[in-house]
């Protein structure tokens, strides 16, 4: 073994293999990949894994990546080494609601580009003869779907890293240790029994037992090892001279939490059918296999489920059975990135082998370029805050990660436990006014307030049923018309704020960001944050407060992802001080035609529009509370986002509640602030906008500034501008008032699928419902008539010039 290596990979599995490929690849070399057992029968769950591969994920994300893993397995499989069964995937429905699921499912597959159809029990019947076609309602079918033998798919990838001598592969060496230089944030070598390796750049792929080796370097990787139960029955008769090893698609049984797959003779039932078994990473130091002993007590209902959908199983019995073990974070995602204080650890766990292929890919071109192909938000090890990372955090939510795993989950369903991780100092005032509450980022956030039910005799709000009822209440709609007509508060103190400021702080975010920065004192600012191809990697506002120093504001739920872009990129010179000051403020909106009214009459600064114009901010005083207002809104309206220490907060509600009575204020929660973004046409990050979209096609080049000098991702959005904008975003309504969208859907025109949903909402003060999404140009003038796709259902849209309001 060298004691000297590029890049060290630990873990040998089927996502150190993965991104080993890829790597090299790309152009790297003398890479060590080190694993602790033998290669590539390592016993960590690669070696446990049946290796079924279904595609269809509701996040774009995952299922990019599947598709991508799919293809990289195809491209392996040899007869010597054969990794792919291709025999398709079919998910059956035992219930009307699992039936409705995969008609949503089928959307999914269209949006992101995924052959697939709906079966009849018969045709499901026809691809699977031993199920009991009676039971079911139908099947989801996806062509491509396939079981793998994944220890030979990281075998085959681990071969071609190797080939040409760009890596070195080496089992039965644990690495025990990973040193690094405090004050330089940066890692220098990993240690083993046989030795140290001095190296710069570390990559992390030990799954279940990830947690060991990142406590060292003072990382907490929110993620817990779980026991997943297999079995396989002894033969069928049903199966006797079966010819292959897998011939039927592979099989989920969601309503029972289970999935099958043909072993020639014998079928292989996987259970999440049972109370999830945690296990603490760390009681794993020193164990080599990801296995426990089976524990029937656990698999009785699984059995008895098999018997009923797969009648030819009856009277079998179970011969290989076991619990191995795979890990399962705390949002169901893979954990991928660089870790924020650590420069050259690098991390990719979480992983299922569905994906492993993609997660490599995208590591590997995020350590190569900075960048991926693939927006990774929802992977990036950078989306967690702190409480994320506590122990009875991460043991509540990977509970019940496992527990629904298969169960079909509303885009809106909200988390049961934990709650009230964070409230904010206008909490008990919301309680009060029955506030319904959603978390994000831990917050807790009215979406609607039962105190507002009585404006529902004041504002006409169509009623809804069904699926797009849930987790909705009409006081939304009463709520967005209340604040066009009159005035609202929000409790915005989920935002995340941060204070940037040093000699060169302005140069540093005027270089980040894709408008001017540089302007006067107290002059905010709408920027968007480029990658370095151009992709939008936050949209914000960031103030100037003073000569050197700016205020940076940005969402709650990104919060974390954009602090750690910009300390990323900020110069270690000591020039700029980066300080999340989040927890410090608390925040109202204060929003509506009578906003200036309410405001005035409780502060003696002068708040007209010529004394504080749009997308300006001043310190003012309310009453007695010492504030900091920006005339900015996301709701479109005339109005303030007001600032002030914590303390304050219980004070500053009641000084503007009580000076709003007259003028009918509400109090109105974040269901009503999406509708009335969505009718301004006020993009959000994540949904509408993300790496994968640059500023010309998302419709944001008017906060663009060309001339103001080099800034990151100029050079490639000139180059996009050069080439031409091949796609937009597009504002459409829906024509059916009965017609719906949510979001993700499918948009088409006859059977091209254009494109998907981005955004969704009724839109209450112009009386339809609009979707956002982006359209080939060719598709994008205003009066293009498309169609989204519902639950199956075709949906006539027209493409608006927006904003509608
Ligand atoms: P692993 O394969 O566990 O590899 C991690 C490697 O790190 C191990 O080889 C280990 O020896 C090594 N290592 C750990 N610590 C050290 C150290 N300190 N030094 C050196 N080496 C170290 N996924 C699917 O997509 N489809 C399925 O059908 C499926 N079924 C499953 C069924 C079961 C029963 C189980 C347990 C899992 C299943 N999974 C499935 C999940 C899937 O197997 C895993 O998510 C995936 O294999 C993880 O790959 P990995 O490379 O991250 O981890």
Redesign the pocket.
């Known amino acids: 073994m060298q004691n000297k290596a590029r890049l060290v990979i630990?873990?040998?599995?089927?996502?150190?293999c993965s991104a080993a490929y890829h790597l090299v690849q790309m152009g790297w070399r003398d890479i060590v990949v080190?694993?602790?057992?033998q290669l590539y029968q390592?016993?960590?769950?690669?070696?446990?894994?049946?290796?079924?591969?279904f595609q269809t994920n509701p996040s774009r994300m995952m299922t990019a990546f599947a598709r991508y893993t799919v293809d990289l397995f195809n491209r392996f499989h040899t007869s010597t080494l054969p990794t792919v069964y291709p025999v398709g995937g079919i998910e059956v429905a035992y219930t009307p609601e699992r039936w409705a699921e995969l008609q949503r499912k089928l959307g999914f597959a269209q949006a992101y580009g995924l052959e697939a159809y709906l079966l009849s029990p018969q045709e499901v019947r026809q691809k699977i003869p031993i199920i009991d076609e009676t039971r079911i309602h139908g099947g989801y079918y996806v062509p491509t779907d396939c079981d793998v033998i994944?220890v030979n798919g990281a075998q085959a990838w681990a071969q071609a890293a190797q080939a040409g001598g760009a890596a070195e592969f080496h089992g039965d060496?644990?690495?025990t240790d990973i040193e690094f230089e405090t004050g330089r944030g940066r890692v220098t070598a990993v240690v083993t029994p046989k030795g140290r390796i001095e190296t710069e750049q570390v990559l992390l792929?030990?799954?279940?037992?990830s947690p060991?080796?990142a406590d060292k370097v003072g990382l907490k990787l929110p993620l817990m090892a779980v026991e997943?139960q297999?079995a396989v029955t002894t033969p069928l008769p049903e199966l006797a001279g079966a010819q292959a090893e897998v011939e039927h698609p592979i099989l989920r049984h969601q309503d029972r939490a289970m999935y099958f797959r043909q072993h020639r003779d014998a079928y292989g039932i996987?259970s999440y059918n049972h109370a999830p078994l945690l296990v603490d990473p760390h009681d794993l130091d020193g164990v080599?296999l990801?296995e426990r002993p089976f524990t029937p007590e656990h698999f009785a209902e699984a059995w008895e489920a098999t018997n009923e959908l797969l009648p030819a199983t009856r009277g079998a019995g179970l011969t290989r059975k076991f619990n191995?073990?795979?890990?399962f974070t705390v949002d169901g995602m893979p954990i991928m990135g660089e870790a924020p204080h650590l420069k050259g650890f690098w991390v990719a766990?979480g992983?299922?082998?569905?994906h492993?292929g993609g997660v490599g890919k995208a590591i590997a071109e995020w350590m190569t370029t900075g960048d991926t192909e693939v927006d990774v938000r929802e992977a990036n090890i950078n989306r967690f805050y702190d409480f994320a990372k506590t122990k009875t955090y991460i043991q509540a939510r990977c509970y019940t990660q496992y527990d629904e795993v298969y169960d079909i989950i509303h885009p809106f369903q909200q988390m049961e436990n934990p709650r009230r991780v964070r409230v904010s100092p206008f909490y008990p005032r919301l309680q009060e006014l029955g506030a319904v509450f959603f978390e994000s980022a831990g917050w807790e956030r009215p979406q609607w307030l039962e105190a507002n039910r009585r404006l529902l005799n004041r504002y006409r709000v169509p009623s809804r049923s069904g699926w797009e009822a849930r987790y909705w209440s009409p006081i939304q709609g009463a709520e967005h018309l209340a604040t066009r007509e009159r005035v609202a508060l929000y409790d915005l103190t989920a935002f995340a704020k941060f204070d940037v400021r040093g000699p060169g702080a302005l140069a540093f975010l005027n270089y980040l960001a894709a408008n001017q920065i540089d302007r006067p004192t107290g002059r905010v600012v709408y920027t968007a944050l480029l990658t370095r191809r151009g992709g939008i990697r936050a949209d914000l506002t960031i103030t100037r407060t003073g000569p050197d120093s700016f205020l940076v504001l940005t969402g709650g739920a990104t919060g974390m992802l954009d602090l750690a872009w910009l300390r990323q990129h900020a110069p270690d010179d000591g020039s700029v001080q980066i300080t999340d000051v989040s927890s410090q403020y608390c925040a109202v909106g204060l929003w509506g035609p009578d906003a200036r009214h309410v405001l005035q009459s409780v502060t003696p600064e002068d708040v007209s529009d010529q004394a504080f114009p749009y997308f300006t901010a001043q310190a003012i005083s309310i009453d007695t509370v010492p504030a900091y207002a920006l005339r900015v809104s996301y709701v479109g309206e005339l109005g303030w986002e007001i600032y002030t220490p914590m303390e304050y907060g219980p004070r500053l509600w009641d000084v503007l509640w009580q000076a709003g009575e007259p003028f009918g204020i509400i109090a109105a929660g974040f269901g009503a602030f999406d509708s009335l973004r969505l009718e301004k046409g006020y993009r959000s990050w994540g949904a509408d906008i993300h790496t994968e979209y640059n500023p010309l096609e998302a419709g944001l080049d008017w906060a663009v500034r060309w001339d103001k000098g080099d800034f990151l991702g100029r050079e490639a959005l000139l180059s996009a501008r050069e080439a031409g904008v091949r796609r937009r975003l597009c504002c459409m309504t829906l024509d059916d008032p009965q017609a719906v969208a949510l979001g993700k859907e499918p948009i088409l025109s006859g059977d091209r699928v254009l494109g998907y949903v981005t955004s969704a909402n009724y839109g209450y003060s112009v009386g339809q419902w609009i979707v956002y999404g982006y359209l080939p140009v060719e598709f994008a003038a205003p009066g293009t008539r498309v169609e989204v796709v519902y639950f199956g259902r075709r949906q006539p849209a027209t493409v608006r010039k927006e904003p509608l309001r």
């Open positions: 630990i873990g040998g599995g089927i996502v150190g080190l694993d602790q057992s390592t016993g960590g769950s690669t070696s446990h894994a049946p290796g079924l591969v994944a060496i644990p690495v792929c030990t799954n279940i037992w060991i080796l997943h297999y996987g080599h990801a191995g073990m795979f890990t766990v992983v299922w082998v569905t492993s």
